[in-house]
């Protein structure tokens, strides 16, 4: 069993991959929290259909959403640096890291975006009416009322894209960042034991989704908790 599989070899190296899981890790969160962000911007400018400025959004979501995702990678780590050089400015000597967070933020963005725009329209139009019946403004309605349900509505769907963005951490090595994936190839070829570090990898990354899911589940819960002991003091206010 040895000779195909050592079982010794994974356990040692384990530890290794795990000193990169840093990597993984911010790549993931930072991405995730810019592109959250920048995503209910998004949704917010196609909600009020704010002209010129929504039909380029939408331009920029159908890009998004349309292209593999390797291919963006490739084409703002490559080409950003070339149109930038074209234009007089060199960015050449910018850490990898910088374009792998621009490419994950922008990739987030989009999809949170419809995401956002989604949930927020499917709030009902009685409660926005309410909202503004009992004297809220619409900033106050959007606060208290609109975005606490819309994103309550948005932490599945927001939490399987972050999902899909921790897995697709794993395709950065393809522009040099050294990460877990790149450090198991890496040993691989020095020990010719890829099945042993895949698996180390594997184990890794299931752990984390499994930590990104459960803590999911637990803001949904805490978020809905939340939401329904607001709507008792609205309701006391009323």
Same mark, same amino acid.
């Given at each position: !069993?040895?000779?195909?599989? %050592? ?8 530890? /290794? ?7 993984? =890790? ?36 159908? $890009? ?14 490559? +080409?950003?640096?070339?149109? !930038?050089?074209?234009?007089? !400015? ?8 910088? $374009? ?5 933020? =922008? ?43 819309? $994103? ?18 794993? =395709?950065? $090595?393809?522009? +040099?960042?050294? %990460?877990? !994936? ?30 990104? /899911? ?5 803001? @949904?819960?805490?978020? /809905?908790?939340? @939401?329904?002991? /607001? @709507? ?7």
């Amino acid at each position: !069993m040895s000779k195909y599989f %050592d079982v010794g070899y994974m356990i040692q190296s384990l530890p /290794t991959l795990l000193s990169y899981i840093h990597v993984t =890790l911010m790549i993931t969160a930072v991405s995730a929290v810019l592109g959250i962000l920048l995503g209910s911007l998004i949704a917010i400018v196609r909600i009020k259909k704010v002209p010129v400025l929504n039909q380029i959004l939408v331009v920029f979501i159908s $890009f998004m959403r349309g292209t593999p995702f390797l291919v963006q990678l490739f084409l703002i780590y490559f +080409g950003v640096p070339e149109i !930038m050089s074209h234009l007089g !400015m060199n960015v050449r000597n910018l850490p990898g890291l910088v $374009f792998v967070y621009a490419v994950f933020t =922008l990739h987030i963005a989009a999809y949170s975006a419809e995401i956002m725009r989604a949930s927020i329209s499917a709030v009902s139009q009685g409660e926005k009416e309410a909202a503004m019946a009992i004297g809220m403004t619409e900033l106050q309605s959007y606060v208290r009322i609109i975005l606490p349900q819309a $994103f309550t509505l948005s932490i599945p769907p927001l939490t399987n894209l972050i999902i899909g963005m921790l897995k697709g951490t794993a =395709l950065v $090595f393809n522009v +040099g960042v050294v %990460d877990m !994936m790149r450090r198991a190839d890496l040993m691989g070829g020095n020990s010719q034991r890829y099945l042993e570090l895949f698996v180390d990898a594997a184990i890794i990354y299931a752990v984390l989704i499994f930590i990104v /899911t459960t803590a999911g589940r637990w803001i @949904e819960k805490r978020y /809905t908790v939340g @939401e329904r002991q /607001t @709507e008792r003091v609205l309701l006391s206010e009323e």
